[in-house]
């Protein structure tokens, strides 16, 4: 069995995600930022212990770490993030500003805030992976021209955790990238291809797969290579 911290937890795929390593028997430390109103995430049965975080929050960040110090951590999962501001507020004619900064500091510096603060952790598993859901809007190879924003925040993450690897490689932590699809959650919307189950399955698939070796990849949800 294996310990795996995951973020953004409340809902959509991080509920998923939490109910799929319960299921299975693992120890999961489920962060969001409010507990109080998780009412699902409180439901769900197992060893899920339930945390306070705002991963945009250095100081929330901090505490978590605090309170995991003797932890030892398998598997971080970061999968907060936030969409940005409206779409017509994010594109080339039109920016708001302190909303694209808010992106950048939630989609590309939470997950990094997250993997530093619980290395210490980490590095006690024999078997460590930090695993960022991403998005294929964050890839060069992908010309869609909307939601500049969140766009350019994920494929800040994406670069930095490809540099994170090569890192962390001489550590023993892998580290990868997953994109999880266009997923029925209040970003994707009810018209989306997958339900947030169907994501979660396929998410916990290739972290499984993950390793030191093939540590530095981008991934699919469904396990296929994802270009950059």
Not at 55 to 69: F, I, P, R, T, Y
Not at 201 to 208: K, M, Q
Request: include cysteine.
């Amino acid at each position: 069995m294996a310990t795996i911290l995951i973020t953004g937890t409340n809902k959509g795929v991080g509920l998923e995600l939490t109910k799929i390593y319960a299921a299975r028997g693992d120890t999961v430390y489920a962060a969001c930022r409010d507990p109080g109103s998780a009412e699902a995430l409180a439901a769900i049965a197992g060893d899920v212990k339930v945390l306070s975080l705002i991963v945009g929050d250095s100081g929330s960040v901090d505490e978590m770490a605090v309170s995991l110090k003797d932890v030892v951590i398998d598997v971080v999962i970061n999968n907060a993030g936030m969409k940005g501001p409206e779409f017509d507020q994010q594109n080339t004619y039109a920016m708001d500003f302190d909303g694209w900064a808010e992106t950048f500091n939630v989609n590309s510096m939470g997950p990094v805030r997250v993997m530093q603060a619980l290395l210490p952790n980490l590095k006690q598993s024999t078997n460590a992976k930090v695993v960022t859901i991403t998005s294929q809007m964050g890839a060069l190879s992908l010309d869609m021209a909307a939601a500049h924003a969140y766009c350019a925040s994920k494929a800040a993450v994406n670069k930095f955790m490809r540099l994170a690897s090569i890192d962390l490689k001489k550590d023993g932590v892998a580290v990868g990238l997953i994109h999880p699809g266009w997923v029925q959650t209040d970003m994707g919307g009810p018209q989306a291809d997958l339900t947030p189950q169907e994501s979660a399955e396929g998410i916990v698939a290739v972290v499984d797969r993950l390793s030191i070796e093939s540590t530095g990849g981008f991934w699919k949800w469904n396990g296929e290579t994802h270009d950059w």
